[in-house]
């Protein structure tokens, strides 16, 4: 069994910052990508930002330069750093990772729970 556990959203006004967390814990043998995605009401689920094992990134457009994405292989975690938050960032954050929990086994995509994050303009 693995559980994804994000902590870090809330309530910010437009230019503030954010820190999301996102821990992995279970029977894992490794983790591939990780990466956040969110939600905003009406709207699709969108990738944010992505980091592979070896730590190459990736960003949404909008979201360059203003966030980044870290991973802390060790602890299984997945930071996600966001500074001058605007109110189009009002989203419900999602915590995704690529994991595998046997060597003779395909890996699984698993999604935490989600963290609100609201920006007040």
């Known amino acids: 069994q693995v559980h994804l556990v994000e902590s870090g959203g809330g309530l910010v006004q437009a230019g503030g910052s954010l820190r999301l967390s996102c821990a992995a814990s279970?029977?894992?043998?490794?983790?591939?990508?990780m990466g956040w995605y969110r939600q905003a009401p009406g709207k699709q689920r969108e990738l944010v930002a992505a980091v592979t094992s070896g730590g190459s990134t990736n960003y949404a457009d909008s979201v360059k330069g203003r966030f980044t994405i870290s991973r802390d292989n060790a602890k299984n975690t997945v930071y996600l750093q966001m500074n001058s938050l605007k109110p189009e960032d009002t989203a419900v954050y999602y915590c995704?990772?690529?994991?595998?929990?046997?060597?003779?086994?395909?890996?699984?995509?698993?999604w935490g729970q989600g963290t609100q994050v609201t920006v007040s303009s």
């Open positions: 279970g029977s894992i043998k490794s983790i591939n990508a």
């Open positions: 995704n990772a690529d994991i595998r929990v046997s060597y003779y086994a395909a890996s699984f995509n698993y």
